[in-house]
């Protein structure tokens, strides 16, 4: 029997000819409560649309536009942030109602009548009755509105809401922009914004009916459109609504996803793509874990974002326009975060679209003359520290995937290692003192350079592959820079002044925060003391050998859980001791005692922290999501493995938290993850065979993964011998 492919599964799926059974273990309210900050609105992989509802704009809370408790609704807009601690977009909103003008365009509505799942939203607005329906294409919003009772039906189209940090920014956010009514069922419109990143956000919209009147509410200004419908009692409204970041013609052109299908067909279409993506992990487990894993691998593939349009321009960095001869251009890149295993997943289950994201890398650079730090809409936030395109880009280098030119790439990385284009980043003093001093760098210096010594590795092993010695040897000198700041009378990473001097007093368990100053980024020096994932055995060297790098381990993990100081409360989460899974920069630390020779310690905890912190209940993530990398965590510890350096191509073991995973690979591959006599006791790893062969090794190597098989882990209720 031949393969069938993509397209015709997705026909296949899309017509119903066979069941789902993937998209069934979504629940897309996972984490919209607490500190999560997902939404659970409509999208489609890697999409630039995320139609979704909102039950506030204002502040750290709504991040994502929306919490799971709120009893009220705001409205539904098309773009959102999944999981992040940056505040922006909730561009173009709508909210339908009837009868006369509400003095607040809010509606409360009933738990109960709220559904999601990938590719589609749900709500009945108990104000009036009106069931909304929302699904979407990459490029367009699909709205479907019910309006149930007697009275004349409306619908606000408002440009001037989005989501800010203060009710008193909500007014200022919009420099420029208005709707036009270019149709008897038609609108059009854009607007300029600036909160988290200044940017363009042009639309157009179709309705399946002529409007009966219109007026605008807000004057001249023009941002706040009033559309009447003439229906009966249960009749249906829809709008087709498309975006562009370039202009409306390119929004006209987006539009064509959708303009001539029914509602019903486009949300099977964006069903069947989750399907499809979805089912590249075939897990084996409960009911609950597959819920658990299921929703994890659907919040990762939200984004990075493809912000092209469908004829390939885009917006760049410099706000020009400019065309992609792929028609793609990522962004939406929250690198801090999702370098340490949403980009190494991507490698492994869309190799592809990672290539793409590394090319959109370039092209980024080409018109900012720095790489990504953190993108939104194709402009830069310089939001967190480091500039962690490059590991991406030198894992996905030296793993052979395709779609960039490496000579390319490392140009860019020199440069942006070199020039000072990073406002955080002045690499003179850097290659001065061998440090950041944190006398001249008031905020952040120990994070900055730990975070910039990891990236220095990752140019020179790049360097190093493309035979060029002399970046070899000056990036590899820096990545050691790390050694500068190593306190041996603590064992901690702490800041130095210029003079060489140790900063004092050293508050070792205060949180830093950019808003307050310090030396940490989220989090104190305990947290940050591991951020050497370029040279763990170099760390456990400094530490004074394995025993003692894990005693401080221990300690780690067994100090007062609670945050110490004035600094980022909100961000130091999750808390295991003071290890905090909440936050990224520990998310390689549990796996460091199988480096140091005790896997059973690694095996225990990443057990507890998935057992503690992933639950399937709107406050079920222990911090945000942060654009799938919480989520990310997740699936590789439930596969047994975790990159703890994310461009060195290795897997270090933990123990598998489902019975079977299965992994669909390029080319027809299949690589298998099994984990006999797995039980609640059963935490331990006894044996480990790959493809029949006892493994002696203490991870998995990417050529090992990529090339198929199958991986047995046995499983126990007791701490066995290491193997390795």
């Not at 905020?443 to 002399?470: F, G, I, M």
Request: one cysteine or more; a neutral charge.
């Amino acid at each position: 029997m031949k393969k069938l492919s993509v397209s015709l599964i997705l026909f296949l799926a899309s017509n119903g000819v066979f069941a789902q059974s993937y998209n069934q273990y979504v629940d897309p309210f996972i984490g919209t409560s607490a500190n999560g900050h997902t939404f659970p609105g409509a999208t489609v992989p890697f999409g630039m649309v995320q139609l979704s509802p909102e039950t506030g704009n204002f502040g750290w809370n709504y991040c994502s536009g929306y919490r799971y408790e709120d009893p009220t609704i705001t409205g539904f807009a098309h773009t959102h942030l999944s999981g992040t601690g940056g505040v922006d977009l909730g561009d173009v909103l709508f909210f339908p109602y009837q009868g006369n003008q509400p003095e607040q365009f809010t509606s409360r509505f009933l738990k109960s009548t709220e559904k999601a799942s990938p590719g589609y939203y749900t709500v009945v607005l108990s104000n009036n009755n009106i069931k909304a329906e929302l699904t979407a294409s990459a490029h367009t919003g699909v709205h479907r509105y019910t309006y149930t009772n007697a009275g004349a039906p409306h619908l606000l189209i408002d440009l001037q809401s989005g989501l800010v940090d203060s009710k008193e920014e909500l007014e200022n956010h919009v420099s420029e922009g208005h709707i036009n009514i270019t149709g008897k069922n038609s609108i059009s419109g854009y607007a300029y914004t600036s909160q988290w990143v200044d940017k363009k956000v042009f639309f157009v919209a179709r309705f399946n009916k002529a409007f009966k009147g219109s007026h605008f509410i807000d004057g001249d200004t023009r941002r706040r459109l009033i559309i009447d419908f003439d229906t009966q009692p249960g009749e249906v409204v829809e709008a087709r609504v498309a975006l562009s970041a370039v202009s409306i013609e390119g929004a006209t052109k987006n539009l064509a996803e959708t303009i001539n299908k029914p509602f019903d067909k486009v949300k099977a279409d964006a069903a069947a793509i989750w399907e499809s993506y979805l089912g590249k992990l075939k897990a084996e487990g409960t009911q609950q874990q597959k819920i658990t894993f299921y929703t994890s691998l659907y919040h990762t593939l939200i984004q990075p974002n493809n912000i092209a349009d469908v004829d390939g321009k885009y917006r760049g960095a410099d706000g020009k326009v400019h065309l992609s001869a792929d028609k793609v251009f990522y962004s939406t890149f929250s690198l801090w975060d999702t370098y340490r295993a949403a980009h190494p997943l991507y490698t492994i289950i869309c190799p592809a679209k990672d290539g793409q994201m590394v090319e959109s890398m370039v092209q980024h650079f080409n018109s900012a003359h720095l790489l990504p730090v953190w993108t939104l809409w194709g402009k830069e936030s310089y939001a967190m520290i480091g500039n962690h395109s490059i590991p991406v880009m030198v894992d996905a280098s030296l793993k052979g995937i395709r779609g960039f030119d490496k000579e390319k790439v490392f140009a860019a990385i020199k440069a942006t290692l070199t020039q000072n284009k990073n406002p955080k980043y002045n690499w003179n003093l850097y290659m001065h003192y061998g440090y950041l001093p944190s006398d001249t760098v008031k905020r952040e210096a120990v994070s900055r350079t730990l975070e910039a010594a990891y990236d220095d590795w990752c140019a020179a092993q790049l360097a190093k592959a493309l035979h060029k010695q002399a970046d070899y040897n000056y990036f590899i000198k820096r990545s050691k820079f790390y050694h500068n700041l190593f306190d041996k009378s603590t064992n901690l990473m702490r800041g130095r002044l210029s003079n060489g001097d140790w900063v004092r007093p050293f508050a070792n368990l205060d949180s830093g925060q950019l808003a307050i100053g310090g030396d940490y980024t989220e989090g104190n020096a305990w947290q940050y003391v591991w951020q050497v994932q370029q040279d763990i055995p170099g760390l456990i060297s400094l530490m004074g050998g394995k025993r003692k790098f894990s005693k401080k381990l221990d300690s780690l993990f067994t100090m007062d859980s609670k945050v110490f100081g004035k600094g980022s409360t909100l961000d130091v989460t999750g808390l295991v001791g003071q290890y905090a899974h909440g936050n990224e920069p520990n998310h390689h630390v549990a796996y460091l005692y199988t480096i140091a020779g005790n896997p059973a310690k690694t095996q225990q905890l990443v057990r507890q922290i998935a057992d503690q912190f992933y639950l399937n209940t709107p406050e079920g993530l222990s911090g945000n999501d942060d654009c799938g990398q919480m989520s990310a965590w997740y699936l590789f510890t439930a596969m047994g493995f975790y990159p703890v350096n994310p461009a060195d191509g290795r897997y270090v073991f933990g123990a598998p938290q489902l019975n079977e995973i299965t992994i669909d690979l390029p080319g027809g591959k299949k690589f298998i993850i099994q984990a006999k006599d797995l039980s609640a006791a059963n935490k331990y790893v006894q044996h480990i065979s790959l493809n029949g062969v006892s493994y002696q090794k203490s991870d998995l190597t990417h050529p090992d993964l990529m090339n198929g098989g199958k991986l047995v882990f046995v499983m126990g209720d007791k701490p066995n011998k290491p193997e390795f």
